[in-house]
């Protein structure tokens, strides 16, 4: 009853930016913490980035001071801005969303993903 829809991603070159946002929908009261992980080729998932409702930000040592997350909380939306991308980047996108629903129900949602790929 909760949708995380994903959408940004695509083929960009090496240095280039790509921004990906993440829409929450259904019944939902509140939503805490929201983040981004990405799984590579033949890798484990692993985290991305994330932030708490009140903007607290944490990032994974290989994007730091390249992405940058941010959010809407009137749109339920996260946001995921890339900029000097190299092809280690290259990955399937997901995020997730800590939800409390209407029903007083507490789990954490996630998207499809969403394919990066940054190759010249």
């Known amino acids: 009853q909760v949708q995380l829809v994903e959408s940004g991603g695509g083929l960009v070159q090496p240095g280039g930016s790509l921004r990906l946002s993440c829409a929450a929908s259904g019944s939902i009261l509140s939503i805490n913490t929201m983040g981004w992980y990405r799984q590579g080729p033949g890798k484990e998932r692993e985290l991305v980035a994330t932030i708490t409702s009140g903007g607290t930000t944490n990032y994974a040592d290989s994007v730091k001071g390249r992405f940058t997350i941010s959010r809407d909380n009137a749109k339920n939306t996260v946001y995921l801005q890339m900029d000097s991308l190299k092809p280690e980047d290259t990955a399937v996108y997901y995020c997730?969303?800590?939800?409390?629903?209407?029903?007083?129900?507490?789990?954490?949602?996630w998207g499809q993903g969403t394919q990066v790929t940054v190759s010249s």
């Open positions: 997730n969303a800590d939800v409390s629903t209407v029903a007083r129900v507490k789990f954490t949602s």
